[in-house]
């Protein structure tokens, strides 16, 4: 079965520094992975996803993220964060053709302006 | 992409009533599925929503108390049965673009049983 792990729980920064969220995932076939963005009091929205081609994935904000196959890895890096990037980020994954999402636990990003 | 509205947003209900959840989508879709975030938590899938057949349900979840209709191509319902104050929780709807390539979700609805 589709599991997805997230590493951090917590992650409290500085403005200015740098992000990275784990994000690991267990499946034997071949997926599709996201990044996922709630705003406090939003609803989800994408940051970003690979589904094939170049494994480093830019998406919206800034963020961007590499999937590394041989580690099964999707982790979720921003060089420098704002205040405004505080909200809970979810990896996702799922099945080709098949879309019903597993999603990883979350991290809740806080940055300190 | 596709525009999904649910209603209603917000409820709060009595333990033991039921609340019935509506899903509208703009387009056609195949896939159509609910999830569900527990405050704090994460999205866990309850059922995938099948267009003229029962819905498909996960682990932990039974059509007793989550029964979904799935009428057409741009609706579906959720129920939430006799209630209590666990099943406290955002409900979400969720559509997936046919290719698994991305998946689209409405606002959520915010249900407190009380």
């Known amino acids: 079965a589709q599991s997805v792990s997230q590493h951090n729980h917590h992650v409290i920064l500085s403005e200015a520094a740098s992000l990275e969220l784990g994000c690991n995932y267990s499946?034997?076939?071949?997926?599709?992975l996201f990044w996922y963005v709630q705003y406090p009091g939003q609803h989800l929205q994408l940051l970003l996803k690979y589904f094939s081609g170049d494994p480093l994935v830019k998406g919206i904000k800034g963020f961007e993220a590499e999937f590394i196959k041989s580690k099964f890895s999707f982790n979720l890096r921003k060089p420098s964060v704002q205040w405004s990037d505080t909200a809970e980020y979810f990896c996702a994954v799922n099945a080709r053709r098949n879309n019903d999402m597993r999603f990883g636990a979350g991290t809740r990003l806080t940055v300190k302006p | 992409s596709a525009v999904i509205s649910q209603k209603p947003s917000r409820d709060i209900c009595q333990r033991g009533t039921s609340l019935t959840i509506q899903c509208q989508v703009d387009s056609q879709v195949t896939m159509m599925f609910w999830y569900r975030q527990q405050p704090g938590q994460s999205l866990t899938l309850i059922a995938t929503?099948?267009?003229?057949?029962?819905?498909?349900?996960e682990s932990g979840f039974v059509i007793d108390k989550f029964p979904i209709s799935r009428p057409n191509l741009t609706f579906s319902t959720l129920t939430v049965s006799n209630m209590s104050p666990e099943d406290s929780s955002i409900y979400l709807c969720s559509v997936g673009d046919g290719l698994g390539t991305e998946a689209f979700f409405g606002q959520g609805t915010r249900l407190t049983v009380v």
């Open positions: 499946y034997g076939g071949t997926v599709n």
């Open positions: 929503a099948n267009q003229g057949s029962e819905a498909t349900y």
